[in-house]
């Protein structure tokens, strides 16, 4: 969103303040709002959130760095660890990656022999095309930051639907479900003038990575 009081690109900080996370599990939602009034708080302070939406995080892991650093008080560190939200379950709602994520799982599974369900596998397959090809459209991959952006994140949804679609290439191979892996091709094809050059670049790796796996398909 144009309006968030955020960048996307991870900074190279001088020494800060590292909030450590209080206990394990998932981040399942950042209150960017929040982050933003206590960066505002004080002239030059930046916070860059360590861990992308999603991510698995451990007890005493670092969630985020506050710089200049060792200025932040109990209260502040607290009001840090509630706009990072750690819960034991990923939440769809907030967390496109898990969507991905969920989509690309049901298409292995029922494109593998495990299943071999070219059906089901179909379903789950046109569904994650039409994320990529909607998502390039609305220029919904780029994050636009306001000018002085104080809060930075890193941003992990190209990297989850990138993986997806290799992993999806390679399981068509092992199945040798050569419909499965023209749907994949056609979504990627489709999709791809609209993205953003990143997201262009890791479809493009994905597909050389994968390239070795098709061997046994017909040309």
């Known amino acids: 969103s144009s309006d968030l009081p955020i960048g996307s690109d991870p900074l190279t900080l001088p020494p800060g303040q590292t909030i450590a996370g209080d206990r394990y599990g998932y981040v399942v939602a950042i209150d960017y709002g929040a982050l933003a009034d206590l960066a505002e708080a004080q002239p030059g302070r930046i916070i860059l959130v360590e861990q992308p939406l999603g991510s698995l995080v451990y007890k005493g892991q670092a969630i985020a760095s506050v710089s200049p650093g060792h200025d932040l008080d109990e ?110 091709s056609k979504g990627i094809a489709r999709a791809f003038p609209s993205q953003p050059r990143e997201m262009q670049d890791k479809l493009e790796q994905a597909v050389i990575d994968t390239l070795s796996a098709l061997g046994d398909h017909v040309p």
């Open 75 to 184: 209260r502040q560190v607290a009001a840090v660890r509630r706009a990072i939200r750690i819960g034991r379950r990923r939440e769809l709602l907030q967390d496109p990656m898990f969507g991905v994520d969920q989509l690309g799982n049901i298409a292995w599974t029922a494109v593998s022999t495990a299943k071999s369900n070219p059906a089901a596998g179909l379903v789950a397959i046109h569904a994650l095309n039409d994320l990529l090809y909607r998502w390039g459209h609305e220029d919904a991959l780029i994050c636009r930051a306001g000018e002085g952006a104080r809060v930075f994140c890193r941003d992990t949804l190209m990297d989850h639907l990138a993986c997806a679609y290799e992993s999806l290439m390679v399981v068509a191979s092992e199945s040798m479900q050569q419909q499965s892996l023209a749907e994949v």
